[in-house]
């Protein structure tokens, strides 16, 4: 149905847990973290902004890789899941770092992982999943599409109008105050973005039965 122009912003996805839970059951790393959830499977409980979100199957291939049970909560959207989160009605997210950042500056969250490939320059002392995990990649992604069919000119032009924009030092350092990397590239990069994504993600959909509300 669509025409990728271009990937607009990526922003790393963090496992983040309650500062108050986390003392308390004394998790102050993500191998604290596994090793507490192995030992007491589906006491833990994680919330996603709705079934079929990107905190949703995050979670999921989290724990399927860390090979953990943790029960999962959709909420209504990123906002309410997070308000949850703050108020003690779950345990943990793996939300987009640009949402937690702020709750992570002010102690009331602890950044235990980021899902990047390896750390992020925007939380360089938060290890990375894929350090424990080898493979673990989850990004949160926004890119730029046009309807099917959209000449191939009009496509070209558009992508070398916001590449130009995304490559600019005021966008970018207005991504950065809000945790986002600007990623320009060629429709075609974005295209393969969006299958690799696709392929990454349709078993994982299966195997939690996971459906968008």
Known sequence: DFAPIVQMVLVPNVLVIIAETADRLKIGTLADFVAYAKA????????????????????????????????HIPY????????????????????????????????????????????SPLLPDVPAIAERY???????????????????????RLNEAFGAALRSP???????????????????????LIERELRRYEPVVKASGAKVD
């Not at 499977?41 to 989290?62: D, M, Q, R, V």
């Not at 949160?140 to 309807?147: D, E, N, Q, S, V």
Request: hydrophobic share 45%; glycine share 12%.
């Open 40 to 71: 007491n499977p589906a006491k833990l409980n994680y919330a996603s902004g709705g079934n079929g979100s990107a905190g949703h199957l995050a979670g999921e291939i989290f724990k399927q890789r860390a090979g953990v049970f943790a029960v």
């Open 76 to 119: 209504s959207g990123g906002g309410p899941a997070q308000l949850a989160l703050l108020s003690g009605q779950v345990d943990f997210s793996l939300d987009n770092l640009a949402t937690a950042a702020p709750n992570i500056r002010s102690g009331r969250i602890r950044a235990l992982a980021v899902t990047t490939a390896a750390r």
């Open 170 to 192: 005021e966008v970018q350092a207005r991504f950065a105050q809000m945790m986002a990397e600007p990623v320009p590239g060629t429709p075609a990069q974005f295209a393969a």
């Open 134 to 156: 080898p493979g673990f990649e989850i990004d949160t992604w926004w890119g730029l599409t046009a309807p099917a069919g959209t000449p191939a000119e009009t496509v070209a």
